[in-house]
């Protein structure tokens, strides 16, 4: 039986055209408080994005995924407002000590499985938070954090207003759209969902288990490093309260909310967790109420998502995953 598509009735064309049309007017019909309000919903459309290579695509529990977030923005922090170097030449070197460090603690765990596995990234992430708090070297300034850190600049021109980031941050979200869709298609990918499956089967068919679930870390780990960069010459000042363990229970959200392994659902999901919440503001004190009745509703009636890759999901929640379609070796 075929999965029946969200939105079967319009063509897919129509749609995105029409979608990108609204989001490219969108800064022009709103004032400067919505537009910060569209650029965290970037930040967080690529945290999401980021984080389902992981768990979306590998199968691998991980809360601690804000520690990635932390290593890009304080490494772009420390280096810009100690050596003067510009935020946007940081941006590869943010993603690449992220994916570094996430290797670095990934290999003695990869043996690990579901709980246990949640259970030591959550550990990670805690140390990550610590360590920031404990002014390591002298170099992340405490509870205080870090201050000055020099907006972004292109071509001589200084990113200050919304409306800049706005736009900077939508060739980024693209960009992971893109990626993530390549390698959702990719060999890599097909073995990704083969893992995630049946862990067993996967490497009896000669799949590198070990080396699949290191890749989807390090790339997921390389993504997030990248967003904190961005958010470090957004913001101009960070602090340990930014990388807490609750931003990385709303990124996990962000994927069970939308759709595990969907890329539309990942940003239906950052829109409910990000921008939702805004329209509330005169109800903070019943938000959290609201947010938790939600949860649980989903997982009764909703378990596989708002937006489920169809892909992966029949209407019942089995796989449609054709035996062809999987790759024999993640190598």
Not at 197 to 205: G, S, V, W
Request: hydrophobic share 55%; with cysteine; proline share 6%.
């Amino acid at each position: 039986m075929k999965t029946k598509r969200p939105h079967a009735a319009v063509p897919p064309k129509v749609l995105y055209g029409l979608l990108l049309a609204a989001v490219l007017v969108y800064p022009n019909l709103t004032n400067r408080y919505w537009q910060d309000v569209a650029n965290f919903f970037f930040i967080y459309v690529m945290l999401g994005l980021s984080l389902n290579l992981i768990v979306g695509y590998a199968g691998i529990f991980n809360l601690g995924h804000a520690a990635f977030y932390a290593v890009g923005a304080y490494s772009t922090a420390i280096i810009s407002t100690r050596m003067g170097v510009p935020t946007l030449v940081l941006l590869p070197l943010a993603g690449l000590l992220a994916a570094g460090f996430a290797a670095l603690i990934s290999k003695p765990i990869l043996h690990l499985r579901g709980d246990y596995l949640c259970l030591v990234t959550i550990g990670f992430g805690e140390i990550v938070r610590i360590t920031l708090y404990s002014d390591l070297f002298g170099l992340t300034g405490g509870p205080n954090g870090i201050l000055g850190i020099p907006r972004p600049a292109l071509a001589g021109f200084a990113i200050r207003q919304p409306i800049h980031y706005y736009y900077l941050f939508l060739v980024f979200v693209v960009a992971y759209v893109f990626i993530s869709k390549r390698l959702e298609d990719s060999r890599l990918g097909r073995a990704w969902l083969y893992i995630r499956e049946d862990h067993l089967a996967a490497e009896a068919m000669g799949i590198d288990t070990n080396k699949a679930r290191l890749l989807a870390i390090v790339l997921g780990a390389a993504g997030a490093g990248i967003a904190g960069n961005l958010y470090a010459g957004k913001m101009t000042i960070i602090a340990p309260e930014s990388f807490v363990f609750w931003e990385s229970v709303v990124m996990f959200c962000i994927i069970i909310l939308g759709g595990i392994g969907s890329i539309p659902g990942v940003i239906v999901g950052a829109f409910g967790m990000s921008v939702l919440p805004e329209f509330f503001r005169g109800f903070i004190q019943w938000r959290m109420f609201v947010f938790g009745a939600a949860m649980v509703a989903m997982m009764l009636f909703r378990p596989q998502g708002l937006w489920p890759n169809p892909r992966w999901f029949k209407a019942g929640g089995a796989k449609e995953t054709k035996p062809e379609e999987v790759a024999p070796s993640a190598s």
